[in-house]
C-alpha cells in the first residue's frame, strides 16, 4: 500500500485548502505533484479532487486526484490570474482532452479529512483505459491504480470550497469560446500520459543501475580484502611451520588449492616462493620431487651433480602455465622469457662462508641446462623460469 507519510508538498497543500475553504483568490502556482524517486519529477500537475488533502496530509483513508497536461492547466491558471475571479473557480476544457485520474489508498483506521467531492467527469467524458502502478523505490511504497477520461464535449469546470464539479458547455457561444484562452489548450492523449510514467521509470531505473555498479565495486573490494586478510593469515601460519607459498600478485593462491601451494618440509631449510607475479592468468605449482615421485629427474640431477662435483641440496619440481580460454593451464609456450621468479631458501647442508651456487633444470625429454652463479641473499637463491614444466635441483657448485 501506499506510505503517505512519506509523501512531500504537505505544507503548500494545507495552505491551498485553507485559501479554497475561505473563498480567498487562488494562489498563483498549485503544488506539483511527485512521485518521489530521487530527483526525478514527472512533469505533471495536481488539480484538486476528492480528499486531496488526505493523501498528502497521510491522515485519511481512499485519495484521488487528477492529473491534465501542464500547458493545458497553466492556461486555466493564466486565465483565472488574468480575470481575477474569486471563488468559484471556472473554466472551460476542450472537447477529447484526455484526464488521468488516480486513486490510491493508505491502510490502518486513520480518521479521513473532509476534501472536494468530485461530480460530473463520468457523465461528461468516456473511460478510455483503466491501470494500476506499484513500485519500492528508496524505501518508499507507491501503490496506485489509474483511469483515463476523454471528455465526449467541451465541458466547464467549477471549484468551490467543497465540490470540483464538470458539466457540459450550454452557451452554444462559438465566438466567445474562441476568444477564451480555453481555444488554445493542447490536448493531451493517454500515450502522452503514459509517456511520462515511462519516463519516471527509465529514470528510475538508471539510478538502480548506478547503485548496482556501486554495490559490484564495494563487493569486489571487499572480496579483495578478504583474499588479502587469508593470505597474510597463510602467510603467517606458513611461517611458523617452515614452509612457504606460491603466491599470484592479487594474493588469490590460498592454501586451499594444494598442487604448491604449500611445499612439503620433508628437507630441512628449503621451500620455494612465487614473486612479482606479472600476469594473473599464470599458474604455477610446485612441489618437492624424490627418487619415488621422480626417480628420473632425481637420477638426473644426481648425474650432472656428480659429473660436475657439485652438491645436492634439494631438488623440486615447478610447473608454470599460462591459463587458457576454458581456464585450465597451458605448459608450453613459444615465448621463452621468463615470466616468474622462484626464490629458494638455501638448505642447511650446502650452506656455509663463501659457498656458491646454482641449478640443475630437467626439461620434459630430457633436455638439461645448468646455472651458474646464482646471487644469494639473506639465505636465499633467485632462479627466472618461463613457461613449461621443469625439475630444478639446487647445488652447491664450489
Known sequence: MMNTRKWRGAGALRSLVAIITMAAVLVLTLPVFKLDAGAYNPPTTVLPSFDYTALYEGVGGNGTFLLIS??????????????????????????????????????????????????????????IETGSYRDYPEGYNIEFSYELYKFNSDVTYEIDGTSFAFSPVVVADEQKIASSPMQQMQAMNWAELLSQLNAYLSARDAALARQRADYESQQAKIAQANRDNLYFRNLNEAIR????????????ALRSQVNGTYLANSVPGFAALF????????????WNITSKNAPDAVNAINGVAEQNGYTVGAMLQVNIGEKGSDGKPVYESTNKEPVANIVMGVPNSIRGDG????????????????YKDIPFNDNTVSLPLGIGRFAIGLVQTN
Open 70 to 127: 501542464r500547458d493545458t492547466f497553466s492556461n486555466l491558471l493564466t486565465n483565472q490570474q488574468e480575470t481575477g475571479s474569486p471563488l468559484p473557480f471556472t473554466g472551460t476544457i476542450p472537447k477529447d482532452t484526455v484526464i488521468m485520474k488516480i486513486t490510491g489508498s493508505e491502510a490502518g483506521d486513520l480518521v479521513p479529512v473532509a476534501g472536494l467531492s468530485l461530480t460530473g467527469l463520468t457523465e461528461n467524458a468516456t473511460l
Open 241 to 252: 611451520n617452515g614452509k612457504s607459498m606460491v603466491v599470484f600478485s592479487d594474493h588469490s
Open 275 to 286: 614473486m612479482g607475479l606479472p600476469n594473473p592468468n599464470l599458474h604455477i605449482e610446485t
Open 355 to 370: 659457498a656458491e651456487y646454482g641449478a640443475v633444470q630437467v626439461l620434459p625429454g630430457g633436455e638439461m641446462h645448468i
